[in-house]
């Protein structure tokens, strides 16, 4: 397998998290603003490059939230916390998809608007490195949930 490296950006503002929205194959989900980290390109210069790409918009990193493998693509997932100051995200495009896009949307989401799939990913993508997801959690208490299954 072809080891293939991601980098993503985690940007907040009033508690919500901008995500983007994908469906490829008859499926949908959603996932942080990011995408392939290309040859000579650092994960930094990833991240920014695809929220332009994505988003139309700039961003500063703030700080870098987590590195973890993928066991999907064989490589690493690089997150970042970013600012894009008062920028107004607009959907943008994924050039590696042009004919066949697969972005169909940006959104900015509370947790409680984010499936739980998708949640896990942003927690495993240091979410709870930003103080106010960290002061969130710990107001959940001590309730035992899981997705059920059909």
């Known amino acids: 397998m072809k080891r293939r490296n991601r980098s993503q950006c985690i940007i907040v503002r009033n508690g919500k998290i901008l995500m983007a929205k994908h469906r490829q194959n008859g499926e949908e989900w959603r996932c942080l603003p990011g ?3 290309e ?13 332009l790409e994505e988003c139309c918009v700039q961003g500063e990193i703030i700080k870098k939230t987590s590195e973890y493998p993928d066991p999907f693509s064989n490589g690493y997932n690089y997150t970042f916390w970013v600012d894009i100051g008062n920028q107004i995200p607009i959907l943008g495009e994924d050039p590696e998809s042009k004919e066949n ?24 993508a240091g979410l709870l490195s930003i103080k106010e997801f960290a002061d ?10 899981y997705p059920s299954y059909k």
């Open 39 to 51: 040859k000579g390109e650092s994960p930094e210069e990833a991240a920014l490059r695809e929220l």
């Open 35 to 37: 995408g392939a980290i």
């Open 101 to 124: 896009p697969i972005l169909f949307g940006i959104d900015w989401l509370s947790l409680n608007e984010i499936c739980e799939r998708d949640r896990a990913y942003i927690w495993a």
């Open 136 to 145: 969130e959690l710990n107001s959940w208490g001590d309730d035992i949930s």
